[in-house]
């Protein structure tokens, strides 16, 4: 039998195998999983829920079915984090409010119903902040969620439970969702993957803005097999969501099979053509990854499209969807309410019927830049945050070289235009913080994406690198 210590920064896939070799059974992992919990949680607050009673009894049961030698669903026996904005049956979901202290779902959100489906195992809720607003982790109900690499640091948001929690080996899948880079930003942050794929790819619901297509739910795990194997049970048509398209799973699995980039024309950009300040090294180590392509024999070049109407864009199409989701909120619970939220809710209902028709007219304009851009290449590459994770303290990067700055991420530029984009680890600061590379690919090209993701992940591998805090071994 495997080691505990060892099972829990096991891929998913490998538990597959040895699952299937009689090597490991679910119970076994699953013990060892909720052991590392009881050692690490108390001091990065990752999982802030846990189902320790419900998900031993999947695991004997899963064990149980092992020991018949019946055939295994893609994720059989897998435990699987899910982050406390998305509804579980029976399980608490605060979406990380006080207005929602004590909520119980009587319905598991249709991505939960696909996982476990695939026979994976949910362990519990995983740390958001309030209504997953805002790039740190923090909340009234449970509090922050420490970077596990530096305590001192934030894990980034609106998924950094479920980033902190597959960083330390609690979990090795967890579901997150991704509105401006939530999935992306505490990836990079954290040294993990996270997939913000084209939107309709996964369904969602319920959903109170059935046609949105900023609000993606999405695979996040140490390695792109994983990310593309959790993405593959998580994706395809159901007629409650009303953008989502069919897909053949299999061709998702398949690309991480055929890791190669030779002869792909990739652009790259630090900055988004000058519309970011970055830190030096986040600079320093992105461009050297953008060597590791060129390496493998992509031709690679620098360029952006002019993306200086962005955060004009951002302004007036948000506000839309801010009123849409809270506005109704404001006259009972705004004492209740986080800040931002609050502030950010008021700006839209500021704003005009001309100012968002405005914002869509923008939005369509970027959009036609990007195609032509993207005609003459494959993919562009990107540092997935301008910053390394900042204090804790700190509702976002206030700085960057000594200059002053108001986002941190480089990844709602791809959020307003639907393409897929995923964060992969690219290296390490002076400090030892995890620098993401983001990957942009076109409109539907997930496939694409996750083969240049694999290229890079076989060239330069991160999964041998754990957080501090973690003992892999001993």
Same mark, same amino acid.
């Given at each position: 039998?495997?080691?505990?210590?060892?099972l829990c920064?096991?891929?998913?896939?490998?538990?597959?195998?040895?699952?299937?070799? %009689? /090597?490991a059974?679910?119970?076994?992992?699953?013990?060892?999983?909720?052991a590392?919990?009881d050692a690490?949680?108390?001091r990065?607050?990752?999982?802030?829920?846990?189902?320790?009673?419900?998900?031993?009894?999947?695991?004997?049961?899963?064990?149980a $079915?092992?020991?018949?030698?019946a055939?295994?669903?893609?994720?059989?026996?897998?435990?699987?984090?899910? /982050?406390?904005? $998305?509804?579980?049956?029976?399980?608490?979901?605060?979406?990380?409010?006080?207005?929602f !202290?004590? *909520?119980?779902?009587?319905?598991?959100?249709?991505?939960?119903?696909?996982l %476990?489906?695939?026979?994976?195992?949910?362990?519990? /809720?995983?740390?958001t902040p309030?209504?997953?607003f805002?790039?740190?982790t923090v909340?009234?109900?449970?509090?922050?969620?420490?970077n596990? @690499?530096?305590?001192?640091?934030?894990?980034?948001?609106s998924?950094?439970?479920?980033?902190a929690?597959?960083?330390?080996g609690m979990c090795?899948?967890?579901?997150?969702?991704?509105?401006?880079?939530?999935?992306? &930003?505490?990836?990079?942050?954290?040294?993990?993957?996270?997939? =913000?794929?084209?939107?309709g790819?996964?369904?969602?619901?319920?959903?109170?803005?059935?046609w949105?297509?900023?609000?993606? !739910?999405?695979p996040?795990?140490r $390695?792109i097999?994983?990310?593309?194997?959790?993405?593959?049970?998580?994706?395809g048509?159901?007629?409650?969501?009303?953008?989502?398209?069919?897909?053949? +799973?299999?061709e998702?699995?398949?690309?991480? *099979?055929?890791?190669?980039?030779k002869?792909w024309?990739?652009a790259?950009?630090?900055?988004l053509?000058?519309?970011m300040?970055?830190? #030096?090294?986040?600079r320093?180590v992105f461009e050297r990854?953008?060597?590791?392509?060129?390496?493998a024999?992509?031709?690679?070049?620098?360029g952006?499209?002019?993306?200086?109407e962005?955060p004009?864009?951002?302004r007036?199409t948000?506000?839309?969807?801010?009123?849409?989701?809270?506005?109704?909120k404001? +006259?009972?619970?705004?004492?209740?309410?986080?800040?931002?939220?609050?502030?950010?809710?008021e700006?839209?209902?500021?704003?005009?019927?001309?100012?968002?028709?405005?914002?869509?007219?923008l939005?369509t304009? #970027? @959009? #036609?830049?990007?195609?032509?851009?993207?005609?003459?290449?494959?993919?562009?590459?990107?540092? $997935?945050?301008?910053?390394?994770?900042?204090?804790?303290?700190q509702?976002?990067?206030l700085?960057?070289?000594?200059r +002053?700055? #108001?986002r941190?991420?480089?990844?709602?530029?791809?959020?307003?235009? &639907?393409?897929p984009?995923i964060s992969? +680890?690219?290296g390490?600061?002076?400090?030892?913080?995890?620098?993401g590379?983001?990957?942009?690919? /076109?409109?539907?090209? !997930?496939?694409?994406?996750?083969?240049?993701?694999?290229?890079?992940?076989?060239a330069?591998?991160?999964?041998?690198?754990?957080?501090?805090?973690?003992? =892999?071994r001993?």
């Amino acid at each position: 039998m495997t080691a505990g210590r060892d099972l829990c920064f096991t891929p998913a896939l490998e538990l597959l195998r040895l699952y299937r070799g %009689r /090597k490991a059974s679910p119970l076994e992992v699953m013990h060892a999983i909720l052991a590392r919990i009881d050692a690490v949680n108390p001091r990065v607050n990752a999982i802030v829920t846990l189902v320790r009673d419900s998900a031993l009894r999947d695991a004997r049961r899963a064990t149980a $079915t092992l020991r018949r030698r019946a055939a295994l669903a893609p994720l059989f026996g897998v435990p699987v984090g899910i /982050k406390d904005v $998305t509804a579980t049956k029976g399980i608490r979901t605060t979406h990380g409010s006080k207005l929602f !202290e004590s *909520h119980v779902p009587d319905e598991d959100a249709l991505v939960v119903q696909r996982l %476990r489906a695939a026979g994976a195992i949910v362990i519990g /809720k995983t740390n958001t902040p309030e209504f997953a607003f805002g790039p740190n982790t923090v909340n009234d109900v449970f509090g922050a969620t420490r970077n596990p @690499w530096n305590l001192a640091l934030t894990a980034g948001g609106s998924s950094g439970g479920s980033a902190a929690a597959l960083a330390t080996g609690m979990c090795p899948l967890a579901e997150g969702t991704d509105l401006g880079g939530s999935l992306r &930003g505490p990836a990079s942050y954290c040294g993990v993957v996270g997939f =913000r794929t084209t939107p309709g790819l996964i369904p969602r619901y319920p959903s109170v803005l059935a046609w949105d297509t900023y609000s993606v !739910e999405g695979p996040m795990a140490r $390695t792109i097999a994983d990310t593309a194997l959790m993405l593959s049970v998580m994706a395809g048509v159901d007629d409650r969501s009303p953008l989502s398209y069919d897909v053949d +799973p299999r061709e998702l699995v398949k690309a991480v *099979h055929a890791p190669s980039v030779k002869g792909w024309r990739i652009a790259w950009t630090s900055d988004l053509g000058g519309l970011m300040t970055i830190d #030096q090294e986040v600079r320093s180590v992105f461009e050297r990854a953008v060597g590791v392509f060129r390496s493998a024999g992509a031709r690679v070049e620098a360029g952006c499209p002019d993306m200086r109407e962005v955060p004009e864009i951002v302004r007036l199409t948000r506000g839309l969807l801010m009123v849409a989701r809270h506005a109704d909120k404001l +006259p009972e619970h705004r004492a209740v309410l986080q800040p931002g939220l609050v502030e950010n809710t008021e700006q839209g209902l500021a704003l005009t019927s001309v100012e968002v028709a405005r914002g869509e007219l923008l939005r369509t304009r #970027q @959009w #036609q830049r990007m195609c032509e851009f993207m005609t003459e290449r494959d993919l562009l590459i990107t540092p $997935t945050s301008a910053t390394p994770p900042f204090p804790l303290e700190q509702p976002h990067a206030l700085d960057a070289n000594g200059r +002053p700055m #108001q986002r941190s991420y480089l990844t709602y530029a791809f959020s307003v235009l &639907g393409l897929p984009a995923i964060s992969i +680890p690219c290296g390490f600061t002076s400090q030892g913080l995890p620098v993401g590379l983001q990957i942009v690919g /076109k409109r539907c090209g !997930e496939a694409a994406v996750l083969r240049a993701a694999a290229a890079f992940e076989a060239a330069q591998p991160w999964v041998a690198h754990v957080p501090p805090i973690v003992e =892999r071994r001993g």
